[in-house]
């Protein structure tokens, strides 16, 4: 079973891997949010509203998905692949055009959806159940990112109720950090048989 679904995969990412990136990137987050939290905190309530971020994380969205439907296999749908190459990047145009409000929130939540898929596919049919350490998280992200895109104002409320007090940016920070630590420190705890 596992060689059939390795021959279906996507991405070539290992479960040790996909941890390893994640701790990393919560690490690097959330240091940052202690060290520089002023900083982060303005930058974090202008984000929402800022069109030059959206514009990016939009071309992000647009090439991420551009290239999957490209080159994966579509199955059923393989003949609707010629459409979809057009239609997504005249949706992103028209997206970027007609969707002002909060399009940075939206291209985010895009940008998500698409991050979570090779994050849980690394972790497909592993036996290690520390595997649910990342597959909880990515499914919390995944929860988020829908509202992101569908009610995009949430992000920013989201923000504000964080940076509304130190101790509670200082806890979400610290959290995020410990999290991190835990995802680096799992691929350890394998043994040289998962690796």
Do not use: C
Request: proline share 4%.
């Amino acid at each position: 079973m596992r060689v059939l679904f390795a021959a279906l995969m996507i991405y070539p990412l290992k479960l040790e891997t996909a941890l390893l990136i994640t701790g990393l990137f919560l690490i690097a987050l959330h240091a940052l949010a202690l060290w520089k939290a002023r900083d982060v905190q303005e930058w974090l309530r202008a984000f929402p509203r800022s069109r030059t971020l959206g514009a990016v994380l939009l071309v992000i969205a647009t090439a991420w998905s551009w290239y999957l439907i490209k080159t994966i296999d579509l199955g059923e749908f393989s003949n609707w692949r010629e459409r979809l190459l057009v239609l997504i990047p005249v949706a992103a145009v028209l997206t970027y055009l007609y969707v002002e409000e909060f399009l940075a929130v939206r291209a985010l939540g895009m940008v998500t959806l698409l991050a979570a898929e090779p994050l849980l596919e690394a972790a497909f049919l592993r036996p290690e159940a520390s595997r649910l350490f990342l597959v909880t998280l990515v499914y919390v992200w995944i929860v988020f990112a829908m509202f992101w895109i569908g009610m995009p104002y949430t992000l920013r409320n989201q923000i504000a109720w964080v940076a509304s007090s130190p101790k509670r940016w200082r806890a979400a920070a610290f959290a995020g950090l410990a999290y991190g630590a835990l995802l680096l420190v799992l691929p350890a705890t394998y043994g040289k048989a998962a690796l």
